[in-house]
């Protein structure tokens, strides 16, 4: 088995791709694992409404798009990080409680670490959606990653507060998890546009210095 950094012209069905498999079978694993311990069913829920819409999408573009393993795999990392946060309510998160009293915070950092995931793990992913599927310019394939990044997360925060003070206020603060940070939504906005500058960033300098070019 072969690990693609790149869409390959060459298309697997996902019944002898098994990477695919691995990573499905762990995202499975942990999402049941979430569902079955989850603190919060109506918060799981809530939570999980958008993963199976992303499910979705990578289900059902599958036969006709495929990215390569690398975005699956970094697709797979940041679902399974989601839903981990999804069983105990980002705010009450067992590994940020971990992290705060490792780093002396007085904070639970979990939500930040996720924010952050979105853009630097998924820049990959759309910046190839954009270069090979849709056939965008180099350029235009680089910058839009980061720019939807930035879109999404304040449309998400958006949603948040829509759901937390309009359609199940009962569930508003476990969904909303601010902890008291007046400014979370906007620094929670911030750390997913750090992530994806970082991820471009990062895979530019790769390409450049390993003289990795693409079509």
């Not at 399974?80 to 002396?104: D, I, P, Q, R």
Request: aromatic share 20%; with cysteine; hydrophobic share 50%.
């Amino acid at each position: 088995m072969n690990f693609t950094i790149t869409i390959s012209p060459v298309r697997v069905s996902f019944k002898k791709n098994k990477l695919l498999w691995l990573l499905f079978f762990s995202f499975f694993c942990i999402w049941t694992n979430s569902f079955i311990g989850t603190t919060d069913i109506n918060n799981w829920i809530i939570e999980n409404t958008l993963t199976v819409l992303f499910l979705v999408f990578i289900i059902f573009s599958y036969k006709n798009y495929q990215f390569s393993d690398l975005s699956y795999l970094l697709i797979c990392v940041y679902l399974c990080m989601h839903v981990y946060g999804s069983k105990y309510t980002y705010a009450e998160n067992h590994f940020g409680y971990w992290l705060k009293v490792y780093t002396h915070s007085s904070r639970n950092y979990y939500d930040r670490i996720v924010h952050f995931s979105f853009g630097f793990l998924l820049s990959y992913p759309m910046r190839e959606l954009f270069l090979k599927w849709l056939k965008y310019p180099k350029m235009v394939a680089w910058v839009l990653p980061i720019e939807i990044t930035l879109s999404i997360s304040a449309l998400y925060e958006l949603i948040e507060w829509a759901v937390a003070d309009v359609f199940f206020k009962a569930q508003g603060d476990a969904y909303l998890g601010t902890q008291g940070d007046i400014w979370d939504a906007q620094k929670d906005i911030f750390m997913a546009f750090l992530g994806a500058i970082l991820a471009t960033t990062i895979v530019s300098l790769i390409k450049k210095l390993f003289n990795i070019y693409e079509k």
